[in-house]
């Protein structure tokens, strides 16, 4: 029930500030499927609300973020689902933001994206007005872990996963604040098929090195993607 309410009041508040009509998480019985041109996808998009990542305070980073994943939604065929999670601290009540959206005949993706849009541009002020709360360290690992068995990719939906995230993971998984630390063997169950891709944009944010950023991409990549890996493919984005 707090959940529910926290998540009706953040989407509240973005309505009030934007005059955005808000998301609706079922499709009505009475509404008819877009065409089945193409077969449809699942994109899983993760907020990074820790305190180390400019998406917290930057709004004028958490618009060009916003772009970004939105134009990556626009084009999404019938029937493709989108999904949005927070993550930072390794408690499921710090991160009480989540919800799923449907493509579909009335809930076009050009909808959908300008929702998503309006959400991830507003994070800083949400953050700042006390509606969620920043958070003490980066759980990307635990979250990643968590999220691959809920979108099991097994079920042949072409899934994308598209963090927002400095990608310093910092918990008892690693520090990737120190070179000398390293992530630990990627978590694939045997029975779980591989997502597509993993994206990170805004990596190596705020660090203000480009030594670093590719430490980082290459740490992410070489734990994500390949034979035996959670994913077929990696994109690691400083900028773009």
């Not at 918990?171 to 630990?184: F, T």
Request: charged fraction near 20%.
């Amino acid at each position: 029930m707090f959940m529910r309410t926290l998540t009706a009041l953040i989407i509240t508040f973005v309505v009030a500030a934007t005059g955005y009509i808000t998301f609706s998480d079922q499709l009505s019985a009475k509404e008819q499927p877009l065409e089945d041109v193409v077969r449809p996808e699942r994109i899983v998009i993760g907020l990074d609300l820790s305190t180390s990542n400019p998406l917290v305070d930057d709004k004028m980073y958490a618009a060009k973020l916003a772009r970004n994943v939105s134009a990556q939604i626009k084009n999404l065929p019938p029937r493709s689902e989108v999904w949005v999670r927070t993550f930072g601290a390794y408690d499921s009540n710090s991160n009480t933001l989540r919800f799923n959206e449907v493509v579909s005949a009335r809930n076009r993706p050009e909808k959908v994206a300008n929702g998503v849009e309006t959400l991830i541009s507003n994070i800083p002020t949400l953050i700042e007005r006390g509606f969620i709360k920043g958070q003490p360290n980066t759980n990307i690992v635990g979250f990643l872990e968590n999220m691959t068995q809920v979108a099991d990719c097994s079920d042949t939906i072409k899934t994308t996963f598209i963090l927002l995230t400095d990608g310093v993971e910092e918990s008892e998984y690693a520090d990737l604040r120190m070179p000398s630390s390293h992530l630990p063997a990627s978590v694939m169950v045997s029975n779980h098929a591989q997502c597509h891709e993993l994206q990170i944009l805004g990596l190596g944010q705020g660090l203000g090195s480009p030594s670093e950023t590719r430490r980082l991409r290459e740490t992410w990549s070489n734990w994500s993607a390949g034979a035996g890996r959670p994913f077929i493919s990696f994109v690691g984005l400083n900028d773009w």
